[in-house]
């Protein structure tokens, strides 16, 4: 992406993520420019800007961008991206069989010394998917199973917000996506927009490059293990459809790929296991993947310190993500940084590293290959959610009063309308009051209006039987003090 669009993207970022007003002067520190190109770039991000938004400059005020509560930023990011030489570039190289430099000056309305610098852009992304540009002639050189993501995301970015000037012209965006429709219902996959139109993109770069004469090859011993999975069924069904319905022959290794690429594609529902009868699986390991799923979280422990064996949530939230990626286990995906994991890496590059090394020995473990740092971006916000519920999580709490029922129902009252949600009260009808069977208890301390005379391994709050302002304060700030 040129540095012009680039800058424009990262004022829209800024003026969209905080509801304030911004100085001139403070975008342009932030952007390291004149205040002169930001007024500029205002004044175009303004023109191209859909209907409903309105980026309004007031003297005195600043600047303030309104958008549509029903819109998205990245309808926005769409238009500019849209505009990216670069991109273009790709996809004319791709999808146009442009061959030379002065072809491509042609396409892209551009002077021929424009193209190299356009070119050098070119190289820096394909080299995220560990790919090369030649020159002469014009051509993307490397593994096929990264040539079609690349080709994937391209699309994906010029024309995920309007699938006008669809390039594959040969291929049908709303036949290919009918289908794509039909078949996941039919599975009761249920899918996301997005990731519907990423199916379509897929199968379109898959129909176009197989029409031009180009293999993809697959290991053997990918292909037996992902032929049994639910994910091949649907693959193999649209491309049995796409065959029919443009008489192009579709092997083998193409459904597989296909399959690899879509089982880590977001859906909202598929095949949902039960909340008990995951946790029964998981507890009582009896198969190799629950074995390796519970290791996981061993690794996970030990490495972030976090107790996420006891989080039922994190463990029902991890075996779904297993589940989604246990097929792209068997291949060395090679994929770029995307804009989720860099958020990550940004917001929590501490845990993001941890979550790494731990995934690092894992899959060194069971000889996977390296994870990508999207697989790691998102299991690093499962633990991350997980460390989040721990900060304010409520602590496990012994109250044992002496004066009956009705004070120790007042009491508990009183502590919950004074500490919120901080606590949970475990009711001494339920234990024997004696030293061995409280010490057995899993709380984080003891709240009484006795003196307990055995040896107690908790710590032990002494209140006033009638319960004073001065307790609560001393319970309140004796949570704030226990690590979460």
Known sequence: MDKSTKRKLQIIDILSKQDKWFKTEELASELLCTEKTIRNDLQTINSNLPEGWQIETIKGKGIYINKPIS?????????????????????????????????????????????????????????????????????????????????????????????????????????????????????????????????????????????KKIQLDLNEQSITKILHSDFYSIANEICEKLEELYQQHIYVNERVAFTLLISTLPYYAFDEMDKNEFSSLYRNPTTSNYKKLYHLVEILEEKTGLPLNEDEEFLYTLQDQYKRYSLINSIDKKEPSYSLDRYVIEHYPELFNKVKNALQIWAKKYSYPVMTKDRIAKLTLNVQSSKINYSFSKKKVLLLTSNGPAVQRYVETKLKEALGHKVDFIHPYQIELESESINELKIDFIISDFQLEEEIIHPVITIDPVLTDRDINQISNFISSIPS
């Open 71 to 211: 819109s998205s930023i990245n309808e926005i990011r769409s238009i500019f991206v849209k505009n990216s030489l670069r991109f273009q570039a790709i996809m004319l190289i791709q999808f146009k069989q442009i061959k030379s430099i002065a072809e491509l000056a042609k396409a892209l309305y551009t002077q021929q010394p424009a193209v190299y610098t356009i070119l050098d852009r070119v190289e820096d992304l394909l080299n995220s998917y560990h790919l090369t540009l030649k020159r002469g002639p014009l051509e993307i050189v490397g593994r096929e199973f990264e040539i079609r993501l690349l080709c994937s995301d391209i699309l994906d970015a010029l024309y995920s917000h309007s699938n006008e000037d669809w390039p594959i012209s040969e291929f049908s965006f709303t036949d290919i996506k009918n289908i794509v429709v039909s078949t996941t219902k039919k599975y009761k996959l249920f899918l996301y927009p997005s990731t519907t139109k990423n199916y379509v993109y897929l199968l379109g770069t898959m129909l176009y490059r197989i029409n």
